[in-house]
């Protein structure tokens, strides 16, 4: 099981942008997968998961600003974010977690919001 994941960078506040996580390894249609974030210092967070049912939840902090989106025909899942914070600024990691609970992580992508 592999996890790739890209689309960060530096962005100004109030700015845009979109990350993508391939999936490969197994059929992930049954997985839930969400993206984290660990900022400089602090415990990573859950941010967004989408289940295979198409449930979805936010963490207070992003809902309204950020959309999680899967495609299941090509094993990816997506983080829209939008309205971007300094506070958004962080590493974010997508993660897999299968039908028994065993979780896979991806390695991060670096998003980097100046004031």
Known sequence: VQLQASGGG?????GSLRLSCAASGTDFSDYVMA????????????????????????????????????????????????SLKPEDTAVYYCAAVDPSGDVYWGQGTQVTVSS
């Open 10 to 14: 530096l962005v100004q506040a109030g």
């Open 35 to 82: 993206w984290h974030r660990q900022a400089l210092g602090k415990e990573r967070e859950l941010v967004a998961s989408i289940r295979s049912n198409g449930l979805i939840s936010y963490v207070a902090a992003v809902k309204g600003r950020f959309t999680i989106s899967r495609d299941n025909a090509k094993d990816s899942v997506y983080l829209q974010m939008n």
